[in-house]
């Protein structure tokens, strides 16, 4: 039985994984809809196996997923996640997840998840496979989302969703002044001249949701 790291955005989701998880056998350790804190538990926890969902708010799994590799980390990662975009699958593999699950799946394919990368092996859900090979066969063009870093993405998504320069600042720990250089900078980089269009490109590479914006 493995032990096992959850960080989902939704407390409800948390609850129904740790339900079908421990009623496997499997014990978890620990939980957060945060990357920082996410983090900050898998260090002092060391998990064997960490379910990581994509979409955090204004954050993204990706930032946990980046650390973990840098970090060569010991947790194996799986995402369990709605995106069933190829580059989101293809961005998650090369990072160095060893599973990839589409929310909506039965449980027992989270549990054949857990199973399969605790043993070293990968798993990749139903369909996810098609998506994983059309994403490594897309280039990463200059001027698209998939070319930015995570970083670069996560201030996106808080430019898109009315966070002031102030506000990120102090998320980022950056100077107003430093964020407005750093949107600028994005949204040449992007070709984008105003913040509706940002929103739309946005929704449109998978970034945020509709609802979201």
């Given at each position: 039985?493995s032990?096992?790291?959850?960080?989902?955005?939704?407390?409800?989701?948390?609850?129904?994984?740790?339900a079908?998880?421990?009623?496997a056998?499997?014990?978890?350790?620990?939980e957060?809809?945060?990357p920082?804190?996410?983090?900050?538990?898998?260090?002092?926890?060391?998990?064997?196996?960490?379910?990581?969902?994509?979409?955090?708010?204004?954050?993204?799994?990706?930032e946990?997923?980046?650390q973990?590799?840098?970090?060569?980390?010991?947790?194996?990662?799986?995402?369990?996640t709605m995106?069933?975009q190829?580059?989101?699958?293809?961005?998650?593999?090369r990072?160095?997840?060893?599973?990839?699950?589409?929310?909506?799946?039965?449980?027992?394919e989270?549990?054949?998840?857990?199973?399969?990368?605790?043993?070293g092996?990968?798993?990749l859900?139903?369909?996810v496979?098609?998506?994983?090979?059309?994403?490594?066969?897309q280039d990463?063009?200059?001027g698209?989302?998939?070319?930015?870093?995570?970083?670069?993405?996560?201030?996106?998504?808080?430019?898109?969703n009315?966070?002031?320069?102030?506000?990120?600042?102090e998320?980022?720990?950056?100077?107003?002044?430093?964020?407005?250089?750093?949107r600028?900078?994005?949204?040449?980089?992007?070709?984008?001249s105003?913040?509706?269009?940002?929103?739309?490109?946005?929704?449109?590479?998978?970034?945020i949701?509709?609802?979201?914006?």
């Amino acid at each position: 039985m493995s032990d096992i790291y959850l960080v989902d955005d939704h407390a409800m989701m948390r609850d129904g994984l740790r339900a079908v998880l421990e009623g496997a056998g499997h014990r978890v350790v620990g939980e957060s809809d945060q990357p920082t804190q996410a983090l900050a538990d898998i260090l002092r926890l060391s998990p064997g196996v960490l379910l990581l969902d994509l979409h955090l708010g204004l954050r993204s799994g990706f930032e946990v997923l980046e650390q973990i590799q840098k970090r060569r980390l010991g947790t194996r990662t799986i995402l369990l996640t709605m995106s069933a975009q190829p580059r989101h699958v293809a961005e998650a593999m090369r990072l160095g997840a060893q599973g990839y699950v589409l929310k909506g799946s039965p449980s027992r394919e989270v549990l054949s998840a857990v199973e399969a990368v605790s043993q070293g092996r990968k798993h990749l859900g139903t369909g996810v496979a098609e998506l994983a090979v059309e994403g490594l066969m897309q280039d990463a063009t200059p001027g698209s989302i998939e070319s930015l870093s995570a970083r670069e993405q996560q201030v996106i998504r808080m430019v898109v969703n009315g966070m002031t320069s102030v506000a990120i600042g102090e998320q980022l720990h950056l100077s107003p002044k430093t964020v407005e250089s750093y949107r600028s900078r994005l949204m040449a980089k992007l070709g984008v001249s105003d913040l509706p269009a940002l929103v739309r490109l946005a929704i449109r590479e998978g970034l945020i949701s509709a609802d979201d914006a």
